[in-house]
């Protein structure tokens, strides 16, 4: 017998996807390990960092399924209703808003660190959930019955399941096999907290500019959190220059739309790639999350769409648990592989579209994007589709995606 440590799942990477996962598995009593290298709390955590996350519509519902939602909002969630969508230099604009699709808001913006905090209290108050941290995952070996983890500091963890949930940061998906295509951009986004004289009253903005987009969003009193894709070049002044001389190329970016900056805070800079495993499944292995897919954040939907793999992947644990099955077994991997396939595409697909459409400036191109975002503006039908797709309600229904606890007994029939 193995002296190993023994768990139903270990979660490698305690990020927003694997933390999110624990919490719901943890509610139905299946005994993680989640193992973590940075501890929580610490301000390089690079999960929990300044970043403010656009929650969509499915996400808040998941979040109410796993029972964090309400904490969530206590802290810090502020509604977004509309976006105002516009093409530097050209005519064309949109506004996308919640009356098109019949919902009390598009989706939440939430600090990183607010989410942290809160999975934080919620792990530590779960009793299945074991917490190693700081603990690095150095290896897996897969064997017939189970997976042995082991750590930095030497101890060795099995489980019968093994879900990589690091971002896509340790190589340890690779080192099983799983093989992945994908594109550098680069590309860089910055990021900022702003202040400004007008209260934004839960609008947001997409602006395309030649170099990439720029998103501005409303993150309460008079304040906006901004993410502007920007060449690498164009970065360092940005971060080192002073703040007026940040505010003025912004605001001569965006214009008057969102009022007049006042105040900001330092600005940060993330590299920017596109990368899909072509298969997240491996022996008693599924990669998650940014593990699995990483995409552009125009639009908002990384995390959103790692969202809907935790509450995919936790239906399928929880059916197997329920059913005295191995929660490792390849045929169940790959069933819910085969079940996230057009999700992730689609996403993939949609984000990187819009990259290369709107960094185009032929003039054909121009005029068809245009035409396209007047279209919109026009067309109800066009807009609820648009916003249908990107706030997640295309996506195949999970339990938690219903706003439904993972052992609720009205749970979709699989
Ligand atoms: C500028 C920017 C803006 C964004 N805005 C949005 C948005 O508005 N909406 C949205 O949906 N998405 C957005 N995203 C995407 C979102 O941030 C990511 O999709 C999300 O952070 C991925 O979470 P994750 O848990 O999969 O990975 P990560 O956040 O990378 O977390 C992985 C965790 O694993 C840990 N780890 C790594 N290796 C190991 C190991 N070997 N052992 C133990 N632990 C390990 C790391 O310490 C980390 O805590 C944005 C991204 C960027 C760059």
Not at 302 to 320: P, T
Request: proline fraction near 4%; hydrophobic fraction near 40%; glycine fraction near 10%.
């Amino acid at each position: 017998m193995s002296l190993n440590k023994q768990h139903d799942v270990i979660i490698v990477g305690g990020g927003l996807v694997g933390a999110s996962l624990a919490c719901a598995l943890a509610d139905v009593n299946v005994d993680c390990a989640l193992v973590e290298s940075t501890p929580f709390g610490l301000d390089d955590q690079p999960s929990y960092d300044e970043r403010t996350v656009a929650l969509t519509h499915s996400s808040r519902q998941i979040f109410t399924g796993i029972g964090v939602w309400n904490e969530i909002a206590e802290h810090d969630a502020t509604a977004i209703t509309a976006i105002h969508v516009s093409d530097k230099g050209h005519f064309g604009h949109s506004v996308l808003s919640c009356t098109d699709v019949g919902t009390d808001a598009l989706g939440f913006v939430v600090p990183h660190r607010v989410l942290g905090k809160v999975f934080y209290q919620q792990i530590q108050a779960r009793s299945a959930v074991t917490l190693y941290s700081p603990a690095t995952a150095t290896t897996i070996d897969p064997s017939t019955e189970l997976s042995t983890v082991t750590l930095n500091d030497g101890v060795k963890l099995d489980a019968r399941l093994v879900v990589i949930a690091d971002g896509g940061r340790s190589g340890l998906a690779q080192s099983l096999g799983m093989r992945g295509r994908g594109r550098d951009y680069r590309q860089q986004a910055l990021i900022a907290t702003l202040t400004t004289d007008r209260d934004p009253a839960g609008l947001a903005f997409e602006r395309f500019t030649s170099s990439g987009p720029l998103a501005l969003l409303p993150a309460g009193d008079h304040r906006y959190v901004m993410a502007w894709t920007l060449e690498p070049d164009e970065i360092p002044a940005m971060i080192d220059g002073t703040d007026d001389v940040f505010l003025a190329k912004l605001q001569q970016t965006i214009g008057r739309r969102a009022g007049r900056f006042t105040n900001t805070s330092a600005r940060r800079a993330y590299p920017l790639r596109l990368h899909q495993l072509t298969t997240p499944v491996a022996t008693r292995a599924v990669a998650i999350g940014n593990a699995a897919h990483t995409v552009h954040p125009v639009a908002g939907q990384g995390f959103n769409l790692g969202l809907r793999d935790v509450a995919a992947l936790a239906d399928v644990l929880y059916e197997a648990t329920v059913q005295g099955g191995d929660i490792g077994d390849r045929t169940l991997l790959r069933r819910y592989a085969s079940g996230r396939k057009s999700d992730t595409r689609s996403v993939g697909w949609i984000t990187d579209g819009l990259i290369r459409a709107f960094a185009n400036d032929s003039i054909p191109l121009a005029v068809a994007r245009n035409g396209g975002l007047s279209a919109i503006n026009l067309l109800p039908a066009a807009r609820r589709a648009l916003l249908r797709q990107t706030m997640g309600l295309n996506a195949a229904t999970s339990t938690l995606a219903l706003g439904l606890p993972l052992g609720s007994p009205t749970r979709p029939v699989l």
